[in-house]
């Protein structure tokens, strides 16, 4: 099992910044993936970011050069860099992790709530 702990989410208003980050408790492991979903009221989960161990990254079309994926693979930790931030990005941001590229297995948080709003 892998847990994994949300924190950066909050209230902020059009066109700031908001970094996310998500820490995994694999400290030892590779990791395969690791990225970033949302979900808004009324609307179906997406994904936002995503990125392999390799280096791949896949962003949502709608936050392309606006939101950056990074990682740390020595802390196990993701990061979504948030700027010219939207209401339309208000969402719950869950962090997913899939530890292994050849088993379909992913792991998620518990969700930070990002509210863009004036």
């Known amino acids: 099992q892998v847990q994994l702990v949300e924190s950066g989410g909050g209230l902020v208003q059009p066109g700031g910044s908001l970094r996310l980050s998500c820490a995994a408790s694999r400290s030892g492991f590779s990791i395969f993936a690791m990225g970033w979903y949302r979900q808004a009221p009324g609307k179906q989960r997406e994904l936002v970011a995503r990125?392999?161990?390799?280096?791949?990254?896949n962003y949502l079309d709608s936050v392309k050069g606006r939101f950056t994926i990074s990682r740390d693979d020595a802390k196990n930790t993701v990061y979504l860099q948030m700027n010219s931030l939207k209401p339309e990005d208000t969402a719950v941001y869950y962090c997913t992790v899939r530890p292994d590229m050849k088993i379909s297995t992913n792991y998620w948080g518990q969700g930070t709530q990002v509210t863009v709003s004036s």
């Open positions: 990125m392999t161990s390799g280096g791949n990254t």
